[in-house]
Nanobody, 122 residues
């Protein structure tokens, strides 16, 4: 079992930056691929970014490529999402996820966090 707790959300103006963190506890964090998803009001939850267990491989949704960066620190059991050049359409609840590998975490994660709200004002 892996428990995931997100933090770092908030209100930011368009063009600004935020860094989300996801702290993991439980079984071997370093053996899981990690990912971020987001869900805007009235819309489906969508994939944002994923990172392999080693951090050597990453994947991004087209909508965030070049603006968002996913990273992890296995010594701290934490995964991050650095979000730059934020747009109002990035407004959503952001969820951290864990899975057996990068493909699994991007499609059918095994574990989810509770989410953190990000609001981008125009």
């Amino acid at each position: 079992q892996v428990q995931l707790v997100e933090s770092g959300g908030g209100l930011v103006q368009a063009g600004g930056s935020l860094r989300l963190s996801c702290a993991a506890s439980g079984r071997a964090f370093g053996s899981y691929a990690m990912g971020w998803f987001r869900q805007a009001p009235g819309k489906e939850r969508k994939f944002v970014a994923a990172i392999s267990w080693s951090g050597g491989s990453t994947e991004y949704a087209d909508s965030v490529k070049g603006r968002f960066t996913i990273s992890r620190d296995n010594a701290k059991n934490t995964v991050y999402l650095q979000m730059n050049s934020l747009k109002p359409e990035d407004t959503a609840v952001y969820y951290c996820a864990a899975g057996e590998n990068r493909i699994v975490v991007a499609t059918t994660p095994r574990y989810w966090g509770q989410g953190t709200q990000v609001t981008v004002s125009s």
